[in-house]
């Protein structure tokens, strides 16, 4: 009789685990699966200035900012429009700044391809023609190229007249 009791018990115990393990699986995924617009502050945009070798202790304000929902293979578009009071830039990461415009065509096709995107869904974005511009710097962070095409890129642009700083994420 104890045997069974505690094998109840047990299967109790289980039963209640995976029923709150589905319950958090479920709630992980309805969030994964809403779009995030305009809703980034100051401390969420702090991955792009470090990433980017800015100090990130200055006076920002996000302009804009957009994260997609995920799909299950990690397809995603995200963009942010940031004001910054100034941009310096590392010694040590210089050389990953140049500026525009991208001579690489696959670099190229990248970037046009991101602010393509980022600019149809907010006007803060520019235009794949002005980002792609002598009045833009760049940096490209992560590009993957599948048949010589861009698949993902990670982009960062810099607009010295107006001090505004652009970051593109996608993965089509």
Request: charged share 25%; net charge negative.
């Amino acid at each position: 009789m104890k045997v069974v009791k505690w094998v109840r018990v047990g299967l109790e115990i289980i039963g209640a685990a995976s029923l709150i393990l589905l319950v958090t699986l479920g709630v992980s995924i309805i969030q994964q699966s809403t779009d995030k617009i305009n809703k980034a502050k100051s401390k969420d945009v702090l991955f792009i200035l470090n990433a980017s070798e800015i100090p990130a202790n200055q006076n920002l304000k996000v302009l804009a900012s957009y994260e997609s929902s995920r799909s299950f293979t990690g397809d995603h578009l995200d963009y942010y429009c940031i004001e910054l009071s100034k941009f310096e830039v590392a010694d040590r990461a210089k050389n990953n700044w140049h500026d525009g415009p991208e001579q690489n065509p696959i670099l190229a096709e990248a970037l046009e391809q991101g602010a393509k995107d980022a600019h149809q869904g907010n006007g803060c974005f520019p235009s794949p023609e002005d980002a792609n511009s002598g009045n833009m710097k760049i940096k490209f962070g992560d590009v993957d190229v599948m048949d010589r095409h861009p698949n993902s890129a990670d982009i960062t642009l810099y607009d010295p007249k107006n001090r505004k700083l652009y970051y593109v994420s996608y993965k089509n």
